[in-house]
């Protein structure tokens, strides 16, 4: 390669790089702006939205049986008598009307079933919590994702642009007897294979854009790229322990297993009320209108009847019923126990993976940024030598190559770093929408 070609490969790779990120970059949105429209399209999330409100409502159905049961009853009845003494024929018809209440007194069972339903609660909610941090990994996965397929085709463009400048100059070369047709034909099969890999990264980038596009229903949607020079935040605090105490504090994998375990106990304790009396205050008033049934009084009557009490109800014996439920539900209270350590354990070895994976990926982009250092002098070098004459054609495509794999790598790196940082919150479960900002201000503007 003549020494205008190098110079110009070197002018024009960071302008075409910089040309395809203004052009990406215009109408593009932010990581948070794509999250909040994803929290208002996404099924998966808007599901689990609604079967938070519905098992809320469920709990506040269990309070039922701690309050006041009133009742409305009416009852209007016709008959018609046929007698063989005339006499004794005749219609009657008569009416009543009664309400009636209850309030439960003492019912274990009930007030039991009413403490499982604040836990239940709690379950939905931690659920819920669940559901919206996924979201934000989900969303993040895909806007890293499109991001990397759209590194991937500059990567392969810028290429495509230098190994077409590489085969012209093999040419001219070889026209002039400074190169041999091996030169030109190295060239040019390098030259069809990076335009199969644009092919192949345009329809990745595609892909990529229209996953984005579902998960937040957004049609042509355009993340903004990470602003240049690129400075990853530490990790913090770094220290696994402490973001494994923080799980302790309430993950909601953990609290759910928690309080499925709180259930359970309650579960076998309104098993054992199965021996248990129950009382309840009971009082009704009714008023009935019927025929006269005393001698010598003609037409219909009406009276007024009210009562108030207390009903005591005492179980002596259900079949073995009680015993048997009390057995399953110790059994059951056995495996909520054992699923809530098997939480716990699971909880801890996703925070130790999380974290350690981003200690690795920190560590990645390091040894990648001084690749793409060496990758740079390589090239140069190569170039160099092929002017003089101590490098072929090859040598040079192999360069360039390897330099634009670098930095395709470095640039994946530090978006798997981005959002390991999200999973390791996530698997701690203190992962909220706001951990999006920081992001977010790596972007450019």
Known sequence: MTAPTAVSFRLRLPLLCAALALAGSAQAQSLLELFDAARGYDATYLAARAQFEASQA?????????????????????????????????????????????????????RLTNEQAGLSRDIAQARLTQAEQDLVVRTTQAYFDVLAADDTLTFVRAQKTAVAEQLAAAKRNFEVGTATVTDSREAQARYDLVIAQEIAAENDLRVKKLALDQLVGRAGTAPKPLAAPVTLPPLQPQDPQAWLNRAQEGHPAVLQAQRAFDIAQLETQKAEAGHKPTLDLVGSYGVSRAPSGITGVN????????????????????????????KETLSLE???????????????????????????GQSQVKALEAAEASSQSALDANRLGYQVGVRINIDVLNAQSQLFQTKRDLAQARYNVLLGNLRLRQASGVLQADDLRPIDALLAK
């Not at 009557?301 to 015993?323: D, E």
């Not at 699923?339 to 994976?357: K, M, N, P, T």
């Open 58 to 110: 469920q709990a506040d159905q269990a309070r039922a049986g701690l309050l006041p049961q009133v009742g409305l009853g009416a009852v209007a009845n016709a008959s018609r008598r046929d007698s063989e003494l005339n006499s004794l024929d005749g219609n009657s018809n008569s009416q009543s009307v009664t309400l009636s209440a209850s309030q439960p007194l003492y019912r274990p069972a009930n």
């Open 299 to 326: 037409g219909n009557i009406r009276n007024h009847t009210t009562s108030i009490g207390l009903q005591f109800n005492l179980p002596l014996f259900a079949g073995f019923a009680v015993q048997n439920r009390v």
């Open 334 to 360: 056995e495996k909520a126990r054992n699923d809530l350590e098997g939480a716990r354990r699971s909880v801890d070895q996703a925070i130790r993976s999380a974290y350690f994976g981003v200690v690795s």
